[in-house]
């Protein structure tokens, strides 16, 4: 049986590469794609969606379904990053769409998505808001926190888990079963470079997702680069996808994780209890190490099979 999957994403630079690697798995029927839902983080719902929509049409595929879910955090106003992802969150592209793209469908619509597919892994690359609100579901890996390590939004946090942490925490106060966890000190080290970028527009040949990839990559270039991380782009989103569909090879350590929603100075601050302290059965498989080299070799293997 094929797999079925759904990608709950904010559609920014990451998380288009991530659709396009989806994408190649399913125009081969190594997975079903079965929706893409969207939240507020990088960039409103409604663009999320829009691009979402975009980056798919671009690859090839036009009949899974897309919808703009919740738009704003649980508990804290929304923050969205053009400074990072772009001013629509595209980079330097932005994504055509007409009205009907833009009319958010009724509730139960959004959750009918995930209703509808009871068996299918749910990755989640954006804030937790669907999962907290729609879950709690099995078979869920989640890109998010920062486990003693550095964050990139505060001292202590990681972005998705900050923009809407009263989600995040209560996703992991409700899982069913340990969530598997992509934190950022595993997903910062697959990094995409010019190199890897010619790489991979040779590989896919004349798709018309390869035209994009320099326009959208060149900001987010350009962004770390400012960062003082190098002319290089750190791609979450794709390094999760691969991680939870098994692609590369991971170790993983289970743990009792909680998130800290209400204070100021440590607003999304994943904890993750690592000795037992608490005394609460794992909510939580934190990947502790995934294998970067074999996740460029799988990214070009997907990408060859968007070429026509």
């Given at each position: 049986m094929i797999p079925q999957v759904i990608l709950d994403c904010d559609t920014g630079i990451d998380d288009a590469l991530a659709l396009m690697y989806l994408a190649g798995l399913h125009r081969a029927g190594e997975i079903e794609l079965c929706a893409v839902t969207c939240t507020a983080g990088n960039t409103t719902a409604e663009q999320a969606a829009r691009n979402s929509r975009y980056v798919l049409r671009r690859c090839g595929i036009e009949t899974i379904p897309v919808v703009a879910g919740e738009a704003a955090p649980l508990g804290v106003e929304l923050v969205t990053t053009p400074e990072t992802h772009g001013p629509t969150g595209l980079g330097?592209?932005?994504?055509?769409?007409?009205?009907?793209?833009?009319?958010?469908?009724?509730?139960?619509?959004?959750?009918?998505?995930?209703?509808?597919?009871?068996?299918?892994?749910?990755?989640?690359?954006g804030p937790a808001t669907h999962l907290a609100l729609w879950g709690p579901r099995s078979r869920v890996t989640l890109m998010g926190g920062a486990y003693l390590y550095p964050g990139n939004t505060t001292p202590t946090a990681e972005w998705n888990s900050w923009v809407d942490p009263h989600a995040a925490k209560r996703a992991f106060a409700q899982a069913v079963e340990p969530i598997t966890v992509c934190s950022l000190g595993v997903t910062e080290r697959f990094t995409l470079d010019p190199s890897s970028l010619d790489a991979l527009i040779l590989t896919l040949g004349s798709a018309e997702i390869a035209r994009d990839l320099p326009e959208l990559l060149r900001f987010y270039f350009e962004f770390h680069r400012a960062q003082g991380e190098g002319y290089l782009a750190q791609i979450h989103d794709l390094f999760t996808c691969m991680i939870a569909l098994g692609r590369v090879p991971c170790t993983v350590r289970e743990a009792r994780v909680d998130v800290e929603a209400d204070s100021e100075l440590l607003r999304g601050t994943t904890v993750a209890d690592l000795r037992g302290h608490w005394g609460s059965e794992p909510n939580a498989r934190l990947v502790q190490d995934a294998d970067v080299a074999a996740?460029?070799?799988?990214?070009?293997?997907?990408?060859?099979?968007l070429a026509p």
């Open positions: 330097y592209l932005r994504a055509p769409g007409g009205t009907e793209e833009t009319t958010r469908p009724p509730v139960q619509e959004w959750r009918e998505a995930w209703r509808r597919h009871p068996q299918a892994q749910v990755i989640v690359v996740a460029h070799r799988e990214l070009l293997r997907a990408a060859a099979l």
